[in-house]
């Protein structure tokens, strides 16, 4: 699966983004999502990640009630809404799949990753 992430860009605080992730090749389906984020100098870090079905969610703590993942499996495309941003939700996102119906939380448990779209909160 290749993986084209985008949506990003400079936004002030209090304010939204959605971010998109378009898949392409094999099959979407049977699928998790996941989108992480990287600050500068910090580690990879999961964010948010959703099965195929769109029936089961996981948020990390630090955006759940602000961030919401959704998937269109009709588009294979992932999305990321983020409202009521703040300065430390400034990093690169990243989307990433990977087999199976477990929601993890680690980088080393997605197979395939996106490029990466720059998201910047300004104060």
């Known amino acids: 699966v290749q993986l084209q992430a985008s949506g990003g860009g400079l936004v002030q605080a209090g304010g939204s983004l959605r971010l998109s992730c378009a898949a392409s090749?094999?099959?979407?389906?049977?699928?998790?999502a996941g989108w992480f984020r990287q600050a500068p100098g910090k580690e990879r870090e999961f964010v948010a990640a959703?099965?195929?079905?769109?029936?089961?969610?996981y948020y990390a703590d630090s955006v759940r009630g602000r961030f919401t993942i959704s998937r269109d499996n009709a588009k294979d495309t992932v999305y990321l809404q983020m409202n009521s941003l703040k300065p430390e939700d400034t990093a690169v996102y990243y989307c990433?799949?990977?087999?199976?119906?477990?929601?993890?939380?680690?980088?080393?448990?997605?197979?395939?990753w996106g490029q990466g779209t720059l998201v910047t909160v300004s104060s």
């Open positions: 990433a799949v990977r087999e199976g119906s477990i929601l993890r939380t680690k980088v080393q448990d997605y197979k395939s």
């Open positions: 090749g094999p099959t979407f389906s049977g699928y998790v």
């Open positions: 959703i099965y195929w079905s769109g029936r089961d969610r």
